[in-house]
Structures are given as structure tokens and as C-alpha cells.
């Protein structure tokens, strides 16, 4: 078969909505051109999310940067000792929280280092102290290393723990500790911390607990085609069991001050938008694909949208791990950016929370705002902040 019936073929498959193999992604990896790859994800992402992209109002919060594991590719990490290291205080951890609730944040998305001498109670506290006090803030906390981190340090299971840290107001997962799944791979750039089954796992058992999370894939360094694809499968099998991923993120490679880059370029615009196109096309069943603009760079994240993506990401705010990899993104943007960069795409923005229950707000008071199910016109939950 020449290369061209090859492409034909899977063109075929996509429109007729048959799912793409192993070989099919590597194929499109080694011998599609970026404008098919293009044509046939936003094939997809309009079928599923037609000309809705969504963004939220967030931000981050990184309350430790001190961790017992050495990711090669990770510049935000600092040694106990190192002076670059910081635990954040109760208090500074409330103020954070306060200024995202005053911002009429919906969601604050929590994730650190595995500090070697602080408790699970500490991290445990951390969502029980914020959903005390900011109870309509959404709670997207912890990776699946952590939670692996947490097991470890307690001797508890994961799955306990899961549902301890629900109780206490735990809302879903971050995608993040994913790196890419493959065993080659993942020995050379982040050699003890979770493993792919330990990572799966942990989602798996929040899915099953009812739980919504989401995935990532770091790209651009050391890992082949191969091992990309065979990240999304593992991905797609995990979906097709549970159900519970809401978004898949592509994640580039930043290179700057971390043990990784120093002879790694940055991944080129075409390689992110093929990673997007690739991601919509080989993962027909997660409902979303997000372009993280505070590591696409604004502008590639706004081509993005259509090259599959429907998802742009939040306002953001105090972003230190890309930051500290040699981002040059801004650390925030407003509502009315996001929007004008989303429209300019030739999109409709949707504002959503965490969960992607359309958002709708007071226009005179942005803490103010009415939750909508997706295609539903009557609200359902009144929330003040
Ligand atoms: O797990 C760390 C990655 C992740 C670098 O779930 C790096 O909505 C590139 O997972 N270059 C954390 N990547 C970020 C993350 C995330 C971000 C936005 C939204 C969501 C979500 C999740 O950042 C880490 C790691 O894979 N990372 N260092 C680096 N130098
Ligand atoms: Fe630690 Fe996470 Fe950085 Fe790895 S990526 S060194 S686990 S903070």
C-alpha cells in the first residue's frame, strides 16, 4: 500500500468514526502532513464539542516545592536544604485561597513536592482548611505520584486515602505525574517515583469511586513516536473501563534549568500542534483535549483550536513550574483576554467549571455565579462567594 492510499485509509476510518490502532498513530506520527492531521482532528473535536472552546477562572497553588524525587526535566523541585526551597504556611496557603475566591475563581488547582519530612496529615489539611473556609472553590489537588507518595509515607491505601481526602473536600485529580508511561523512557527521566500502573491505578480508583480526573503526556525530550502512542492506548484502555477522564493535555517539554534540556531544544510549534491533532485522533473517548496555554505559548494554544483542542485552559495565576522552565508566557490573563483570544480563534468561549458545567455570570459581580449543565438552560445551584 503506498503512503498516500495509507492516509486515505485512515481519512476513512476517522470519518466513519472507527477507532485508529497502534499502527495507525504511528503512521500519522511518521508520514502525516500537519494540514491533514489537522483537517481530521477538528473533524473530531467539532463533532464532539462543536465551536465551543472552553476556558475557566482558576488558579494555582504550589504550597511546597521541596521534593525527595529528582525528575530529570523538572525545574521547579529544590532539594530540603537548598535555599530555593519554601513550605508554605496555613495562613499564606488561606490568603492564596481568598484572593481566588475574591477573583471569583471556581477552581484552585493544588499540586507540590513530596517534602521528606511533612506528613500526609499536612496535605490532608491543606484541602480540609480550604474547603472549610471557600467552600464553592473546586478542589483539583494532588497527582497521582503524590497520592502514590502519600500511600508510601502511610502505609495506608491510595484508595483510603482517596476517599479520606474527598470527605474533607477533595473535588477531582490533576492529570500531571504522567510523564510518558513507557518503561524506557520513564527509568531515564523520573526513576522511582509512580510507574505507569501505579498511575493508572490511582485514577482508576477514584473513577471507580465516582471521581472525574484528568491526563497528561510530557513530549518533546527523550521519547519516540512509540512511546507517545503507546501513552495515549494506555490512556484509552484506562477510558474505556472507567469513563472518568474529563481532559487530555499535551504537555512540551520546557528545557531551561533542569538536567534534561541541556542539549534538548524546545518543541516547535508544528510538533505541538501535531501532539493536539494526534491526541484528538487517537483518544476518541475523552471528551476534551486542552491546549494549557501557559505552556503552548498564547498564540500556538489559539491555532490549537484547530488542531483538535477545545479547551484553552484558565486564567491561571502564579504558575511556577513552567516559569521556572523557561517559560515566557504571561502568569495570567484575564477573563476578557481569554475570551478575545478564543473568539479570534473563530470560537465560541464557554466559560466552565472544573467539571464542565457551563458558568454563567452576574455581569456586575464576577464572585457571583449560576452552575448550567452543558446544553441545559435552567440553572441548577445559585452560588455566591
Ligand atoms: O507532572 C514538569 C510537567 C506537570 C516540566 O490537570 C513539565 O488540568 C514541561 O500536570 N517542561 C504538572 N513540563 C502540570 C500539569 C497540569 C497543568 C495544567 C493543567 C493540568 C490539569 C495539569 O508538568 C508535571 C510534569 O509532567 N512538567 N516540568 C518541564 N520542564
Ligand atoms: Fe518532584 Fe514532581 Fe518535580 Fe518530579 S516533577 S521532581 S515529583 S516536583
Known sequence: MTLANRLADIRDKVYAGVRLTFDDGLFLEHHADLFTLGELANFVREKKNGNITYYNVNQHLNPTNVCVYRCAFCSFRADLKSPRGYVMTDEEILQRAREASEAGATELH????????????????????????????????????????????????????????????????????????????????????????????????????????????????????????????????????????????????????????????????????????ISRLMLDNFPHIKAYWQMLTVKVAQVAQSFGADDIDGTVVHEKIYHAAGSDSPQQLTVAELRRLIEEAGRIPVERDTLYNHIVREPADVTKWTIRQPLDTQPLLEVAS
Open 110 to 277: 493544588i499540586v507540590g513536592g513530596l517534602h521528606h519530612l511533612l506528613p500526609y496529615e499536612w496535605y490532608l489539611n491543606i484541602i480540609r482548611m480550604i474547603h472549610n473556609a471557600f467552600p464553592q472553590l473546586h478542589l483539583k489537588a494532588w497527582t497521582a505520584v503524590e497520592w502514590d507518595w502519600f500511600e508510601r509515607i502511610t502505609k495506608r491505601p491510595t484508595q483510603e486515602l482517596l476517599a479520606e481526602m474527598k470527605a474533607a473536600g477533595l473535588g477531582s485529580l490533576p492529570g500531571g505525574g504522567a510523564e510518558i508511561f513507557h518503561p524506557e523512557v520513564r527509568r531515564k527521566i523520573c526513576d522511582y517515583k509512580a510507574d505507569a500502573e501505579q498511575w493508572l491505578r490511582v485514577h482508576r480508583e477514584w473513577h471507580r469511586m465516582g471521581g472525574r480526573s484528568n491526563a497528561t503526556m510530557l513530549y518533546g525530550h527523550i521519547e519516540k513516536p512509540e512511546h507517545r502512542i503507546d501513552h495515549l492506548l494506555r490512556l484509552r484502555a484506562l477510558q474505556d473501563e472507567t469513563g472518568g477522564f474529563q481532559t487530555f493535555i499535551p504537555l512540551a517539554f520546557h528545557p531551561s534549568n533542569n538536567p534534561l534540556g541541556q542539549n534538548i531544544p524546545k518543541p516547535s510549534g508544528l510538533m505541538d500542534l501535531k501532539m493536539i491533532a
